[in-house]
């Protein structure tokens, strides 16, 4: 019915793609000119939220309206991670319309007036942020609302089953299935590669999958990648998994839980803290990957992300509770979280540590060592339900014998094989510029310098550390080296060291 | 000192600056090269935060990672919105640099975990806002930590006068300096335009500035602009109110309380309302315009703005009170917001409605010129102490004996001269389908309707409505007529209408 005009402006909406490359992380973003048809025959205006469809697959996009040459007025563009999800090619054509409205945003509503929610609306609502349909603006009112403690224990768990049933599921065919998670916030704390292969090692199922560094120097996976690919497809992975009891890989080809990347996504710029959502987010993820005994890292510490007891101990409970609501065992460790672990921070550097540590290199990083040791005891203990000395002295025997080391490599060999990590070739020394005792490190600003540096996307680059608190040092005791690929590079962070003399603090008593 | 990696590194952070005339609606985005120099010395990424020097102009803007030709590796470009707020032109050299942290998001952190706020932390994060410090995501992280009742009174005279201090104020010699607001969400409210010329003619300084739309068919300004140039100067806006008492401009030429403009521009698609942020928005715009008697019309109905009774007073009870608090006087007239005003929705169609009520003809609009009356004397009671009775009789005589009638075109002409609204070449009638009484008007269906068909960037396109609540209509009868500039807009507005057929509800009984 071609006088239908409702079909007509339909059929009439569509406009021809072009590449622009634009990377607006993970937003969604449609680019149209101020002159095209669809934009004055729907009324769009920048800011406008407008759907998208190419294809069977659609999604809701933010407009940016271009007036220049850039595009024509019969052209439209999207933001790269909108080109991926519709899997678009240059020249296609699209349509645009306005989208429905979201019932879910009267969930939304809600919570941000004060109210709890029941878990049908916390399935609504996460079920609509998975699809991609909330702008950043809804996302960051949704986090704000949840933020402090305005999560009961009961909207936790609605929230957890709710990022579980939007996402893809991981089945496992062994059991237990054990996985291992650090509350993050602590340079170098890379035991994910030591606790694997002692676990998979020691007979249990560990199919570890990591995330990329976002706003770190180096993320597990990233780390991993220095040593052997991490990419796998999902059937690669279970492959390693069935062969080896363990792998390592990037968790990123597998949807797990995808709304609760789409809320780190907006919580890292605002930097909130929102306890319902760590254990949401954590548990979400593991119980997707088919997780049934969890043993949770939570280093403490004034510069960690878990900065006081209290706290840790509120998400310990909450941790245990939901996770037993949940159907999983949930263990928390909280450990020292003052300083860095090991001495390098960034992918290369880190996994010169991981190494020397597995091949029983007498200058291995006792913390580190000692910090895999004891986690992967808790995780044998949670799993195995062994007394707790019987656990810490199988995973030393397991680290010491050289068994962790070779199922290491066979596990390396199953992702694609062992390589070496890379070294900088230019590096430059800070020495302390008084004597006296290293009294505080600055786990942020020590990983800003290795950022500046180039890490993670330079891999050699990084910082070394020296010391550790409580070391005497004295005037020109080397206190970290910074490593960088490029001359660049290494001034920035010089220059950043510089402005930050105190990032390691040295005090006469 | 050359040597200084510091100084080295920041005389390194140049780009040359290439227009690409990209429109975010006034967030603030940088776009660069993924493989620019000073993305990979300075470590950013898409989403980064950036501050942007161009000679003594500075702004904060999020960072969109461009990776094909668009741009080459030593260009950047700013979206339009920082492109004018920093008067850039093509070619130009900009520093790029990590932004110095905001100490105000600490307030803001501390707000969002539910903590009221002191009047300096109120004064730091607003001016951080009005400076464009926070992202688009902070500011709806600030509206949703608002929203509900969140802010107490104390906090909300706090934040008024944050938001005045942040801005321009205008100061006049006469006194007192009246004002009228509207709590928006009714179509063709057009008051404003009778009541200027009546409180004028009656002595009185009303020096009024108005929005155009953002969500709407129309803004106050952008019906006034069908009648006389709006865009003023302010020392043009001075000289029009100095000889006539009384102007309707557009506000955007004054900085007054540009805080309360870039809220506006979250709240508006998130949706939230927050009582104690109209107080501060309508107030401290107001104050800052130099008002000292302030009337404000609030419209109460089913699809209005403020839906209920109870709200209404509550309202009213905080404008009072923050208004004593920052000594100005405030009323509060709660008025019928169940239908749209007048006939016309759009920009001329409502223009049309305004001159017939100026004109004394018969044919204009009873409710628009009742409203404007009722309002305008209120607003001589509230500034002139005179008995309600005698301030009503006063706007009536003004109206009636063609004394405001004059004073609108002496104010059209010193604003630059009196023109004729246009009209549209197409129109088309919806009828009704069945008989029986007009039972509901859904004022944001009918508005969408008018904003499909063009408004108000087309002025002459929008609705005009035929039909009240309460009266008996027989099938075929017209309810209202749709106009539009091209057929395009015509077609696609009355799809939007075909779809929803009960936008004028007709019913039986």
Redesign the interface.
């Known amino acids: 019915m071609s006088s ?3 079909h ?2 339909t059929m ?1 909406n569509t406009l021809r793609l072009r ?7 993970q ?1 969604a973003v449609v ?1 149209m000119h ?1 002159r095209c ?1 669809v934009c ?4 769009f ?3 406008s ?1 407008i759907q998208v469809t190419l294809g069977d697959r659609h999604l809701i996009a933010t407009l ?5 040459s ?1 595009l024509r007025e019969e052209e439209a563009s999207l ?2 991670s909108a080109w991926h999800a519709l899997r678009a090619e240059e020249g296609a054509c699209i349509e645009l319309a306005h989208p429905e409205p979201l019932e879910s ?1 009267s969930a939304l ?1 809600a919570k ?3 109210q709890p929610l029941a878990p049908a609306a916390w399935h609504a609502m996460i079920a609509d942020v998975a699809a991609g349909h909330y ?4 996302l ?2 949704l ?3 949840c ?2 403690d ?1 999560l009961d224990l009961v909207e936790t768990i609605a929230l957890t089953r709710a990022m579980i049933d939007t996402g893809e599921r991981l089945a496992w065919t062994t059991h237990p299935v054990v996985d291992k998670h650090c509350v993050g916030g602590l340079p170098g704390n890379r035991t994910t590669l030591l606790i694997v292969p002692i676990v998979a090692a020691a007979g249990l199922t560990i199919p570890k999958t990591s995330s990329r560094a976002i706003t770190s120097p180096a993320g597990t996976a990233d780390t991993m990648e220095v040593l052997a690919p991490v990419d796998l497809s999902f059937e690669h992975m279970r492959r390693v998994v069935e062969r080896e009891g363990g792998c390592i890989v990037w968790g990123g080809n597998v949807r797990m839980s995808p709304a609760d990347d789409l809320l780190i996504r ?1 919580e890292r ?4 803290d929102s306890e319902g959502q760590i254990v949401a987010s954590v548990l979400s993820k593991k119980i997707a990957a088919g997780s049934t005994h969890i043993l949770i890292d939570m280093p403490v510490g004034p510069t960690a992300k878990v900065r006081s007891a209290a706290v840790a101990k509120r998400l310990r409970e909450r941790f245990n509770v939901a996770g037993a609501a949940l159907g999983v065992r949930v263990d928390v460790h909280v450990s020292d979280g003052a300083q860095p672990v090991g001495r390098g921070i960034g992918p290369a550097l880190e996994a010169r540590d991981v190494l020397a540590v597995l091949q029983g290199d007498r200058t291995a990083p006792d913390d580190l060592r000692e910090r895999a040791l004891t986690l992967a005891a808790k995780v044998l203990e949670l799993a195995t339900a062994a007394e707790p000395g019987r656990s810490r002295a199988r995973a030393e025997q397991i680290l010491a014998s050289g068994e962790a080391w070779r199922k290491f490599q066979a596990i390396c060999d199953a992702q694609g094989g062992l390589r070496l990590p890379p070294q900088a070739p230019l590096t430059h020394v800070i020495t302390a510029g008084r004597s006296g005792f290293c009294r505080a490190i600055d786990n942020r600003r020590i990983a800003q310098v290795a ?2 540096a ?1 890490a993670p996307v330079a891999p050699a680059a990084g910082v070394d550390l020296h010391t550790r608190l409580g070391a005497r040092v004295d005037t020109g005791t080397p206190l970290y080296t910074v490593h960088a690929q ?1 001359p ?2 290494l ?2 962070a ?3 060291a ?2 930050h003399a105190d990032i390691v603090r040295v005090e006469e008593r």
Chains 1, 2 share one sequence.
């Open positions: 239908d005009p409702v007509a402006a009439r590449r622009l490359g634009i990377d607006t992380y937003e680019y101020r048809h004055l025959a729907e009324g205006s920048a800011q939220r940016n309206v271009v007036s220049n850039m933001s790269e945003l509503r941000v007036y004060g702008s950043n603006l809804h960051a009112a986090v704000t609302a933020a402090g305005r907006v710029p605002l930097d909130f950022k500046l180039g490029t660049g590079e001034d920035y010089l220059g950043y510089a402005k």
